[in-house]
């Protein structure tokens, strides 16, 4: 009899450590040779999920409505008194050797913002809007076969390589105060099923996508040694799970499952916030399926006309639903080229900017200075 309950206690016991081990190996990152900051990261992050998103702005400390590169400032934190506690910025030109991204911003400042970022214990996230590189013209030539000419055996494949090694230099110059490697979520080849950029679904096939994909992380990785990287799966708007399947690169090569959805025109907020929350409610069905992460890597509402956006639209979105970031794009101000105002975090003074101040007050919200105390760059013991 003891020693059946002896038995008993030690196959509960291999039970509850298997369940554990399990466990813990569902939430770890896909690089199995992650630093311990990009795994501690992708763990925090994880959990912190459950119950919390944090919000991001992009290009957020290099400029905003009426001003650019002054040192300290940010339109969120001019409302609100501090950072977002994620931070976006695009590489698109870096490729091509230019000293300035696709939208004027100098990357060696973006570097330095990047380090300040990490030093104050937020989250780098990093897009690309590479050019064609098959025609030479930007990422919005949608020509078709420019993924199959990257490919091996294709006509640009060692082009390519080129422009990752350059991708390279970049991540590496980026190092934190012991000299260890920022963390970053990279995004490329984002919104990938909608149908303006040469790597949508309009423009390469499903093993075209998959392979461009694998060959990134892959070369990345294994050729160029960088650990530091959580790589965040983006799609534009998403219909169903067959959609997903036919396009998923493995979980060997995804940290992230995200999408983008912003509101435009006419589309009324009821409207706007049942799309938003299917979409992400179906990406959460993955992502929990597959113990992946979840996020809002691109949303808002251009100049954002509503002044209750954030409380009566973004908040709705998020409800319920665990999402590990929200971002909003660039605050670029006047386009020239569009004849609008093209923005979408408020600064003071915008007809939003009150409730923006409500918005961040939201528990479940997290800015600077919540993220900040997390320490998300180390693992919880
Ligand atoms: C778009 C716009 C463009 C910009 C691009 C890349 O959505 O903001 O003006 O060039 O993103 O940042």
């Not at 091509?96 to 989250?123: C, H, Q, S, W």
């Not at 590479?130 to 020509?143: E, F, I």
């Not at 990287?229 to 396009?247: C, G, K, P, Y």
């Not at 916030?273 to 992502?287: G, M, P, T, Y």
């Amino acid at each position: 009899m003891k020693k059946c309950i002896g038995n008993f206690f030690f196959f509960s016991l291999c039970l509850v450590l298997s369940g554990m081990t399990s466990c813990v190996k569902a939430q770890s990152c896909s690089d199995d040779k992650a630093t311990s900051e990009t795994r501690a990261l992708y763990e925090n992050l994880y959990s912190l999920s459950k119950n919390f998103t944090l919000f991001g702005h992009q290009d957020d400390m290099a400029y905003g409505v009426n001003w650019k590169y002054q040192e300290g400032r940010s339109d969120i934190k001019s409302v609100i008194g501090e950072y977002p506690a994620v931070f976006g910025w695009d590489i698109g030109h870096l490729e091509l050797g230019k000293k300035e991204n696709l939208d004027g911003v100098p990357f060696d400042k973006m570097k330095g913002f990047i380090r300040e970022a990490y030093r104050r214990g937020t989250v780098v996230t990093i897009s690309w809007h590479l050019n064609n590189p098959l025609t030479g013209g930007s990422a919005w030539d949608t020509t078709h076969l420019t993924v199959k000419s990257l490919l091996e055996g294709g006509s640009r494949h060692i082009l390519f390589k080129g422009w990752l090694d350059r991708v390279a230099d970049f991540l590496k110059d980026l190092k934190g105060a012991h000299g260890e490697y920022i963390p970053v979520l990279l995004r490329p080849f984002h919104e990938y099923t909608g149908n303006w950029f040469w790597w949508c679904q309009n423009a390469c096939t499903p093993q075209e996508f998959k392979a461009l994909w694998k060959f990134t992380i892959d070369y990345l990785r294994e050729e160029k040694g960088l650990h530091q990287l959580l790589m965040v799966l983006n799609t534009a708007h998403i219909e169903s799970r067959q959609q997903f399947d036919l396009r998923y690169p493995g979980d060997d090569v995804v940290d992230v499952i995200s999408m983008d959805t912003y509101q435009q025109g006419k589309t009324t907020n009821t409207e706007f916030i049942q799309s938003a929350r299917k979409q992400l409610q179906l990406l959460q069905v993955i992502s929990e399926e597959k113990k992946k992460i979840l996020a809002l890597a691109e949303t808002g509402f251009e100049s954002v006309p509503d002044k209750k956006w954030w409380s009566e639209v973004l908040l709705p979105v998020l409800r319920g639903i665990p999402v590990a970031w929200v971002l909003v794009w660039r605050n670029h101000g006047y386009q020239e080229s569009t004849g609008k105002m093209h923005y979408y975090a408020p600064y003071p003074g915008q007809v939003s900017a009150d409730d923006f101040k409500f918005f961040s007050s939201t528990p479940s919200i997290f800015f600077e200075n919540k993220i900040r105390e997390r320490n998300i760059y180390r693992l919880s013991k």
